[in-house]
């Protein structure tokens, strides 16, 4: 009686699940579409490439083609590794993304706090679009903007600097000058998108906290440091831990262009992405170039998960995953 009770009980919820299973299946194929091209996307140009990779273990001949090639192991990784500029290409562009990453990020959450505070909204629509307009202005032209005030003889601040009596400056041959203004170029070029995203957790934030603090008597201050900063601390971490998965790769046409691909320059503006792009321009080394890309690509994995775990060691609320 049971097993019969049972088995009317299971054909009697199958007849009922099955219109809604073929309903879902019926709502659901438009969505499945629409995801057909993307993930088609996806597999084409982020999936079938990794077959490549290959190319950085061979000695490369275009006649040969890639599975022709002789295999080489890690001697392109070593053509890399033990070049006597290796310690200075590894140097600049850890330095530089380091610095872009910190006062990137606390340029964007200030800049957020800022439009979060303007009371009139016409005002900070225009600001954003202020803000974020040189994000689509390309490297070259930020790089002809910056000889504009750079330039030795013409430029706007040494016309500044003479008018104090004060002997104009060879920015363009002065590498100890170059991190600061490689920096003010990226947090210009890049701070107003960057704090679209913090202005949007902002304005998704509770309102009545800010008021309770307020009534208790905290000034702008303790508002800033013990309201809004915890408030945006999980969305900073998550993005800075995305940035540091490219720490290892560098922004070529900021370290290219604005510095105008000056030898004498090279000391602080030289970075693995250019020096990988002359070595391709002079010796036309695939095997090298890919070794390279390989190598940034596993150093940013391994930087993006050993920052997660640190970050959900101190605070397990934190992180990306």
């Not at 201050?221 to 290892?248: A, S, V, Y």
């Not at 503006?269 to 792009?277: A, L, Q």
Request: aromatic residues 14%.
């Amino acid at each position: 009686m049971k097993t019969e009770m049972t088995m009317e009980t299971a054909v009697q919820q199958n007849i009922e699940l099955t219109p809604k299973k073929k309903r879902m299946n019926k709502n659901t194929w438009q969505l499945y579409s629409l995801a057909a091209i993307p993930i088609l996307l996806v597999f084409v140009f982020s999936y079938l490439p990794m077959f490549g990779i290959i190319i950085a273990f061979k000695n490369y001949k275009y006649n040969l083609g890639i599975m022709g090639s002789k295999w080489v192991g890690f001697d392109n990784f070593k053509f890399f590794t033990h070049s006597t500029d290796f310690i200075r290409l590894v140097r600049n562009t850890l330095g530089m993304n380091a610095l872009f990453i910190i006062f990137g990020t606390m340029a964007a959450v200030l800049v957020a706090v800022f439009l979060y505070d303007l009371k009139s909204r016409n005002a900070t629509k225009v600001y954003q679009t202020i803000l974020i307009t040189p994000h689509f202005m390309s490297w070259v032209i930020v790089a002809y903007i910056v000889y504009a005030f750079l330039n030795p003889q013409y430029g706007l601040i040494n016309s500044i600097i003479q008018s104090f009596g004060v002997s104009p400056k060879d920015w363009y041959a002065e590498p100890k000058y170059w991190p600061g203004i490689l920096t003010v170029c990226y947090i210009w070029k890049h701070v107003g998108m960057d704090c679209v995203v913090y202005y949007a957790a902002l304005m998704g934030m509770d309102n009545s906290l800010i008021e309770a603090a307020k009534i208790d008597g905290a000034n702008k201050k303790d508002i800033i440091l013990h309201i809004i900063i915890p408030t945006l601390l999980p969305l900073i971490t998550i993005l800075t831990i995305l940035k540091i998965g490219n720490i290892f790769r560098a922004d070529f046409g900021l370290f290219y262009q604005v510095p105008r691909n000056i030898g004498k320059l090279y000391a602080t503006t030289d970075v693995v992405d250019t020096y990988v792009f002359r070595a391709m321009r002079v010796i036309g080394d695939m095997g090298m170039s890919s070794a390279v890309g390989f190598l940034q690509s596993i150093v940013g994995m391994i930087l993006v998960v050993a920052t997660n775990k640190a970050s959900k060691l101190i605070d397990p609320e934190t992180g990306l995953f």
